[in-house]
């Protein structure tokens, strides 16, 4: 079986906001959504993502395929790099930027509470923003979100968990940053649905590793120190390749695994060796390129889009293959 990092499809919502839209043979691989002609004149889009992970790289690429694109509709994408160092005030910065330099339009990945502050000022100074990848939990006036509900993908890997270790066990559970409701949503879904379905799997955690690898790694060392009774380790978001290695240096391949987010190379490599047990992704391209067309369709006619959110829906990806 071919394994690819593409692999998602947008959920209900999704389906019933593009079923009349065509598909037009310029659209790169990934990109579903087709750009209204331009009669409105030049447009500026701001993109602004992170940088601290592979994870990102899909998602920079979903940035610059619709820049390329939108480049033929007389609208221009500038892709503006947040960092890697994921905080509620560096998104702000990033907005208020700009703010400043008079953008038409942002796509962000707020990521944090207290980013809606920020959003909602751009919104009243007449610039729509797009929210992707993930969101605080505090309500905004973006025009739009596209993302996992993160709360769902993380009981889906819960279930997979369960029954994957007969329902007993220790489970250790590594989240990317604290005070990301993503992540902690993903954490949550995860053990809530272990804690009602499976009561004697017991949770070893949390601990944060700033989706980091090297971090994740370390954690895993002192995760089976502490615990050699250790069965698997849930990563809610970037590094779980770190945790992967970990399990490989320390000899437990097979007896350990890892089950996180996100098909890239570097994850779907210990896939295939086997400390890798699952990988649910999220259309990150699709979400990337997907977002600032919709942008731009917006910019040029004022019509919103049917819905205000769009789920994403996880597929689980197995050493097997897809899990059905």
């Not at 993930?134 to 769902?152: H, K, M, V, Y």
Request: aromatic fraction near 8%; glycine fraction near 12%.
């Amino acid at each position: 079986m071919k394994l690819t990092r593409r692999t998602m499809l947008l959920g209900t919502g999704a389906t019933l906001l593009f079923a009349g839209a065509a598909f037009a043979q310029d659209l790169p691989q990934g990109g579903t959504v087709k750009a209204n002609d331009n009669t409105k004149g030049p447009q500026r889009i701001a993109f602004m993502a992170f940088q601290n992970n592979p994870f990102w790289i899909p998602v920079t690429e979903g940035a610059k395929a619709a820049k390329d694109y939108l480049a033929k509709f007389n609208t221009t994408v500038d892709y503006v790099d947040l960092g890697d160092t994921l905080s509620a005030e560096v998104v702000i910065a990033g907005i208020e930027s700009a703010i400043a330099q008079k953008y038409n339009g942002i796509v962000i990945v707020p990521v944090f509470d207290g980013t809606e502050r920020a959003i909602n000022e751009a919104v009243g100074q007449g610039i729509p923003v797009v929210n992707i990848i993930a969101e605080g939990n505090a309500p905004s006036d973006r025009l739009l979100f596209i993302g996992q509900d993160a709360t769902a993908a993380g009981a889906q890997l819960g279930e997979f968990i369960g029954k994957k270790l007969g329902g007993k066990g220790k489970v250790g559970v590594i989240t990317g940053y604290f005070g990301a409701a993503q992540h902690t949503n993903r954490m949550n879904g995860a053990v809530d649905y272990l804690k009602k379905n499976y009561p004697d799997i017991q949770i070893v955690g949390p601990f944060e590793n700033q989706d980091k690898a090297e971090i994740a790694y370390s954690l895993v060392q002192d995760m089976y120190t502490a615990n050699p009774d250790l069965s698997l380790v849930y990563v809610t978001a970037g590094g779980p390749f770190g945790a992967a290695k970990a399990v490989k240096d320390l000899g437990l391949t097979g007896k350990v695994g890892v089950v996180g987010f996100d098909h890239t190379p570097e994850n779907v490599e210990y896939l295939k060796t086997g400390e890798m047990w699952a990988l649910i992704d999220q259309a990150p391209f699709q979400q990337a390129f997907d977002s600032t067309v919709l942008l731009h369709n917006y910019l040029i006619d004022g019509k919103a889009p049917a819905e205000k959110v769009i789920a994403v829906k996880g597929n689980i990806l197995t050493p097997d293959g897809p899990l059905k």
